[in-house]
């Protein structure tokens, strides 16, 4: 089935912090992929669970099992697990989520197909209180994206990742960023190297119930502040950029009960519809967040959370 000359090692990181009872269909979902050629790389964020023995009870050569020294979040797990890797390709997955048995075998042969530096791919959404799934990203066309394409929305999620090994040691994660690394990770990357979209499902993402609550916003709209300031350059090369960034920092805040005004004064300059001009006006009478919160999220993920949750 796989040609010699062409069998590349593909190197996988799991960052966890006590998902103990998640952790195992995680591993095995990777452990029963039809590719033959990786390793597991878990990289424990300092949990105080049961993970080490979790993972020592699978017992599979394939696995090899990090462990931090202090609790530093998700995108230090990751790059350590990066500079752990052997592969000459590195893959990402989540400790909450379960990958499809033909997942690296069909991103391998995309990869070798297309001469693409990163793939990623859609998945299956499933949430916690019921909500129907739903598919992310929604393109149907699978095709190469451009640096612009992957900064003016929230496209991509880690466990969907697979890159060269190249692309992950250059552009490793950004220890600061809290929600949305995947997407902080991809404006970076995709400035200097290709980026190809699959429209196979090959995953499924399973939200957890701290992925959706008032923290999560709270995180999403820091982070946005914090792209907001880190890509100052990238906000005057791509006006389109900004008002993204703007447009879910304003909605996080509004759904906290805050009055994001500066942000929706932002929003008119860059784009002025109707809708924001409302917006701008009723955040100046205070009213905002009670619009909100008569609306609610709608469903969904959270605004900005994109593919990503919260990490490990």
């Known amino acids: 089935m796989f040609r010699e000359d062409t069998v590349k090692m593909v190197s996988i990181i799991?960052?966890?912090?006590?998902?103990?009872?998640?952790?195992?269909?995680?591993?095995?979902?990777?452990?029963?992929?039809?590719?033959?050629?990786?390793?597991?790389?878990?990289?424990?964020?300092?949990?105080?669970?049961?993970?080490?023995?979790?993972?020592?009870?699978?017992?599979?050569?394939?696995?090899?099992?990090?462990c931090l020294e202090k609790n530093q979040g998700a995108c230090a797990a990751r790059n350590a697990g990066i500079k752990a890797a052997k592969g000459e390709l590195i893959a990402f997955q989540d400790s909450d989520d379960t990958w499809y048995p033909q997942k690296l075998e069909r991103l391998l042969a995309v990869m070798e197909e297309t001469g693409a530096d990163v793939c990623f791919h859609k998945l299956k959404r499933h949430y916690p209180d019921g909500r129907p799934e739903t598919y992310f990203p929604?393109?149907?066309?699978?095709?190469?994206?451009?640096?612009?394409?992957?900064?003016?929305?929230?496209?991509?999620?880690?466990?969907?990742i697979i890159c060269k090994r190249c692309v992950a040691e250059e552009h490793q994660f950004d220890p600061k960023v809290r929600k949305t690394q995947d997407y902080d990770w991809a404006i970076r990357a995709s400035r200097n190297y290709s980026f190809y979209y699959l429209s196979d499902v090959l995953v499924d993402q399973f939200f957890q119930n701290?992925?959706?609550?008032?923290?999560?916003?709270?995180?999403?709209?820091?982070?946005?502040?914090?792209?907001?300031?880190?890509?100052?350059?990238?906000?005057?090369?791509?006006?389109?950029?900004?008002?993204?960034?703007?447009?879910?920092?304003?909605?996080?805040?509004?759904?906290?009960?805050?009055?994001?005004?500066?942000?929706?004064?932002r929003i008119c300059e860059l784009r002025g519809t109707k809708s924001d001009k409302m917006k701008y006006l009723l955040s100046r009478l205070g009213l905002i967040s009670l619009v909100y919160k008569l609306k609610g999220t709608k469903g969904g993920a959270l605004p900005g959370a994109g593919g990503g949750k919260s990490g490990s």
Do not use: W
Request: proline share 5%.
């Open 14 to 66: 799991i960052p966890t912090y006590n998902r103990e009872k998640t952790l195992p269909d995680s591993i095995q979902s990777v452990l029963a992929q039809t590719y033959p050629d990786f390793e597991l790389i878990i990289a424990d964020d300092c949990s105080t669970d049961h993970t080490a023995d979790v993972v020592q009870a699978i017992g599979d050569p394939r696995i090899r099992y990090i």
């Open 138 to 160: 929604e393109m149907d066309e699978s095709r190469f994206m451009s640096h612009e394409e992957m900064c003016n929305d929230t496209l991509i999620s880690t466990q969907t």
């Open 210 to 265: 701290d992925s959706i609550s008032a923290k999560g916003l709270r995180t999403i709209r820091d982070t946005r502040a914090y792209f907001l300031e880190k890509y100052q350059d990238e906000c005057k090369a791509n006006p389109k950029f900004e008002l993204f960034q703007n447009l879910v920092l304003a909605r996080s805040a509004a759904l906290l009960g805050e009055n994001p005004k500066a942000a929706y004064k």
